[in-house]
C-alpha cells in the first residue's frame, strides 16, 4: 500500500556557538566516519520546533508537557465553575487525572517537607513524570470534573464515568503531541506513537571544540590597586556545517490527529495545518543554547524536501567521508553540496526512487549543485507546494461518502 512520507533534508552552517551542550558544559559531539563531528540532540531541536509552533498555530492546538498538571487542570474548572476554585478544585483536577491516566498524582516529599518548615499552606499535586495533554484534553477532563464535584471519588469509580474520562486523554490529541508522541508510563494504552522522527544533527566535517577564556569588569570599582578582572570564566564552543534530517509519517500523523473537528473545516485541514507547521518549525528553528553569548542566528543555505510512497531515506552516508575544506579556499557548504548531490543521485536511481517528488530552498552560490534535486521555491511556496500535494494524497486515500465528524 503506497504511502505518504515527507522527508526533510538541512544545510546549515552555524557561527561559533554552544547549541547543546552536554553535563559539562561542553558543546555536544559524536563520532562519525572515524572523525569528532559538532552535534546537535533530536531532542533539543524538537524542542526549538515546538516553542516554534507558538507562533505559528493557534494555542488550542497545542500541548504542555509538564508535572503540575493538576493546576492546569483545576485552573480550567475554576474557569467553567468559579464556585469551584481553590483546594476544591485541586481535589477534583487530582482524582479525574488518576482516572485518566492510571498515573500517580501526589505532593512531591521535598515540597511538601519544605513547606511545612516554613509554615505554608501544602503545595498542590503533581505527576511523577513530564505529562503531555492537548488543550482540548485539559479542557475535557475540567468539564468532566465539575460534572462528579459532588462526590468525585464515587463518580469516577462508574465504569461508563471512568472510560470517558480514559477516552478524553486518549482523542483530540495537539499537534505537538501528534507529531511527536506521548508516553504515559502508567497507562501504556494512551501512550501516542510519534508521527515524526528527527535525527542528531551532525557536522558536514570534522570538529574541534575550543574554550573562550573571558573577563568581565566591576563598573563600581575605580581603585587603582584593585585593577584586575571582577569575574572570569571559560565557555566552550564550535561552529559547523551541519546535516539535519527529519522525517514526517503523514498516514501516522492523520490518524493521530483524526479528520477535521468542525463541520465547516474540510477532512484534510488539520493534517495539511500540522505539516505547514512541522515544516516551518523545523526548519526556521534554533536551539537556544547560550544564544545570549554567540547570537548565532542563523537559516539555512540548503533545504531539501521530497514526497516519498514506501519509506523515508536519510542522506547522511553523503557525509560519512568528512568533508575537506579546499587549500586556500576554506569552507565546507560547497563541498557538502557537491557531496550531498551526487550520493542523492546514486542512492535514488539504485533503489529507483527517481519518481518522488521533491522541492529545493537553497540561497547562495555554493548551493548551486542541488538546484537539480528537485523544484525551486522560497519558504512560502514550499509550504504551499508540500501542504497541496499532501492533501491531494489524503483525497485519494479518503473514501466517498464519508461523514464527518459531529
Known amino acids: 500500500m503506497s504511502r505518504t512520507i515527507i522527508d526533510v533534508h538541512v544545510l546549515q552552517t552555524v557561527p561559533p556557538s554552544n547549541l547543546n551542550r552536554d553535563d559539562t558544559g561542553t ?76 498515573s500517580k498524582i501526589e505532593v512531591p516529599r521535598r515540597k511538601a517537607e519544605s513547606a511545612k518548615k516554613k509554615g505554608e499552606p501544602e503545595p498542590p499535586p503533581e505527576s511523577s513524570y513530564l505529562m503531555f495533554l492537548s488543550s482540548r484534553q485539559i479542557d475535557g477532563l475540567a468539564r468532566l470534573a465539575v460534572e462528579g464535584a459532588d462526590d468525585i471519588k464515587a463518580y469516577l469509580k462508574v465504569k461508563e464515568n471512568k472510560s470517558k474520562a480514559r477516552e478524553i486523554a486518549d482523542t483530540r490529541h495537539s499537534v505537538d503531541i501528534a507529531l511527536f508522541g506521548r508516553m504515559v508510563a502508567d497507562s501504556a494504552d494512551i501512550n501516542v506513537d510519534a508521527a515524526a522522527q528527527v535525527a542528531h544533527a551532525i557536522s558536514v566535517h570534522q570538529v574541534e571544540n575550543e574554550s573562550d577564556y573571558f573577563t568581565a569588569v566591576d563598573d563600581q570599582n575605580e581603585k587603582a590597586e584593585e585593577s584586575g578582572a571582577g569575574m572570569i570564566g571559560t565557555v566552550d564552543f564550535n561552529s559547523a556545517t551541519l546535516y539535519r534530517y527529519a522525517a514526517l509519517d503523514v498516514d501516522r500523523l492523520r490518524d493521530n490527529l483524526g479528520v477535521g473537528q468542525r463541520p465547516d473545516q474540510p477532512l484534510d485541514e488539520p493534517v495539511r495545518r500540522a505539516v505547514r507547521a512541522f515544516l516551518h518549525g523545523f526548519v526556521a528553528s534554533m536551539p537556544t543554547g547560550k544564544i545570549n553569548t554567540f547570537g548565532n542566528h542563523t537559516l539555512p543555505e540548503a533545504v531539501i524536501v521530497s514526497l516519498r510512497s514506501a519509506r523515508p531515506i536519510s542522506f547522511v552516508s553523503a557525509f560519512e567521508e568528512p568533508v575537506l575544506a579546499p587549500l586556500g579556499s576554506g569552507g565546507h557548504l560547497r563541498g557538502a553540496c557537491t557531496q550531498l548531490l551526487a550520493h542523492v543521485s546514486d542512492i535514488e536511481k539504485a533503489y529507483e526512487v527517481t519518481g518522488d517528488k521533491s522541492w529545493v530552498l537553497r540561497a547562495g552560490a555554493a548551493t548551486e549543485p542541488l538546484a537539480a534535486l528537485g523544484t525551486a521555491v522560497t519558504i512560502s511556496s514550499l509550504l504551499d507546494e508540500v501542504s497541496d500535494a499532501v492533501s491531494e494524497r489524503l483525497a485519494a486515500q479518503t473514501p466517498e461518502g464519508q461523514d464527518r465528524p459531529a
Not at 531532542?43 to 498538571?69: H, N, S, Y
Not at 475554576?78 to 485541586?90: I, R
Not at 482524582?95 to 491516566?101: D, F, G, I, S
Open 27 to 102: 558543546p555536544k559531539t559524536a563520532v562519525y566516519g572515524g572523525v569528532r563531528r559538532a552535534r546537535v540532540s533530536s531532542q533539543a531541536w524538537k524542542r526549538a520546533t515546538r516553542r516554534a509552533f507558538q507562533d505559528l498555530l493557534d494555542p488550542v492546538e497545542l500541548g504542555v508537557r509538564t508535572r503540575r498538571v493538576v493546576e492546569l487542570v483545576a485552573e480550567r474548572i475554576t474557569e467553567v465553575d468559579a464556585s469551584l476554585n481553590g483546594d476544591a478544585a485541586v481535589v477534583l483536577a487530582a482524582e479525574t487525572l488518576r482516572a485518566a491516566t492510571n
